[in-house]
Each structure stands twice: as C-alpha cells, then as structure tokens.
C-alpha cells in the first residue's frame, strides 16, 4: 500500500509504503490536548517506511514526564503529522487526518488509554479496548 499526505499548508509532505500493523484510536489526555480534544487516530507503520518527499518537519518531546512521545508537525502551521512512541520503537503512527485519501484508515483496530475517554468520545462496538496500552 501507497500511503501519501500532508500537512494543512502543504509546507510538509510525505509517503509510506507498507501495510499498516494498527488502526488504532488513541483517548489519552496529550491526544485531546493535541486534537483539540477529541481522539486520535493513527495508522501505525514500520519508521523505515516513511520518508518526508517536501520540508522538514519541526518536532516536540516532553522532558518532565517518563517516556514521553515524540511528535512531529508543521513548523507553519502547526499540523501534526507523526508521533513515535518509546513504546513502539521502529514505528511511526501517522495521524489520519493528513492522509490524502483518509477513506484507507477504515475503522479502528482497537481503543487505548480509555481511562482518559470523555462521554462525547465514541468507540466503536466490538473492538478491543485497553485502560493504557496493550500489555
């Protein structure tokens, strides 16, 4: 699978190829700070499979927190286009909504960090779910 996208002012681009190993639909309390408050949805790959193709994206990792997430985005404006997780080294979680055809993602895999869930979150019926991460 060819996956193309990018950010909202088309400053940053990027492909993958390979099929996804999650559809995951993140609920934890960074994610709703970051998408203003709803969940996050990622298509996880392996990080060899990435390659930005245009600009370079600006990046974040907390240092007041244990294993905190690396999450890179557009420097202009601001979307966020990947995160990688100390958790899923070799990985790469692309943020759904900077996919050219989003249509790919389908549905969700599974649900994690729903101790964090809102009551206007929806999760689908009959995934798994998990309080934090997968163990």
């Known amino acids: 699978m060819s996956i193309t996208g990018k950010c909202y002012c088309g400053d940053i681009e990027f492909e993958a190829n390979g099929e996804p190993f999650m559809r995951g639909q993140c609920h934890c309390r ?40 690396t999450r890179e985005f557009c420097g202009r404006c601001g979307t966020h286009i990947v995160s990688k997780a100390p958790g899923l080294a070799g990985a790469v979680m692309i943020k759904v909504g900077v996919l050219d055809d989003p249509s ?30 997968p163990g």
């Open 104 to 133: 790919i993602f389908g549905k969700p895999d599974m649900a994690i960090f729903t101790c964090d869930a809102q009551s206007f979150h929806h999760i689908p019926e009959g995934i798994p779910t998990f309080e934090t991460v």
């Open 30 to 69: 960074e994610c709703q700070y970051l998408s203003g408050g709803g969940v996050n949805l990622v298509l996880a790959l392996p990080e060899d499979s990435f390659t930005y193709t245009k600009g370079s994206p600006a990046s974040f990792t907390r240092d007041d927190i244990e294993g905190p997430v």
